[in-house]
């Protein structure tokens, strides 16, 4: 079974998006991160990899979708606290995100998303199991 996560992302522009998540707190792998492509650390086993768009192109033969004008994915990350999640889209809308989404308030679950500068969807959620309604 596998035990890590690589998500591949094709970008436009890779120091951008280096500094746009770097912005929200994410650090880089520099032993994966060159001139194509930049490994964005997640977790301990969850990692993103910002491929330039030809590099990206070099791993599958059909066209690279505009995230911009399709979905092509949903990113959801978990968060500690409901504050958490405002604070990281409060940032990730300063340094140019969009926000594609209102925040949602399920009662034990509270969420929010934003687009990056490619499109890409992220979703951050902070979810009290506690107070998850019996079924």
């Known amino acids: 079974m596998a ?4 998500v591949n992302l094709p970008v436009s522009d890779l120091n951008k998006s ?3 998540f770097e912005g929200l707190g994410f650090s880089f792998n520099p032993q994966f991160t060159d001139e ?3 490994c964005m650390v997640i977790s301990d086993a969850i990692y993103a990899m910002l491929l330039t ?6 791993f599958t033969e059909k066209p690279i979708s505009n995230a911009h004008e399709k979905t092509e994915v949903l990113i959801a990350l978990d968060a500690a606290s409901r504050d958490e999640v405002q604070q990281t889209i409060a940032k990730a809308k300063a340094l140019g995100a969009t926000i594609y989404k ?3 308030d399920h009662g034990w679950m509270y969420q929010h998303s934003f687009a990056d500068l490619d499109g ?3 979703e951050f959620a902070y979810m009290d199991e506690t107070q998850f ?3």
């Open 120 to 122: 890409h969807q992220w």
């Open 102 to 104: 209102d925040a949602a």
């Open 133 to 135: 309604p019996a079924s």
């Open 3 to 6: 035990t890590k996560i690589f």
């Open 53 to 58: 768009e030809p590099y990206f192109a070099t």
């Open 36 to 38: 194509n492509a930049a």
């Open 18 to 20: 280096k500094a746009f």
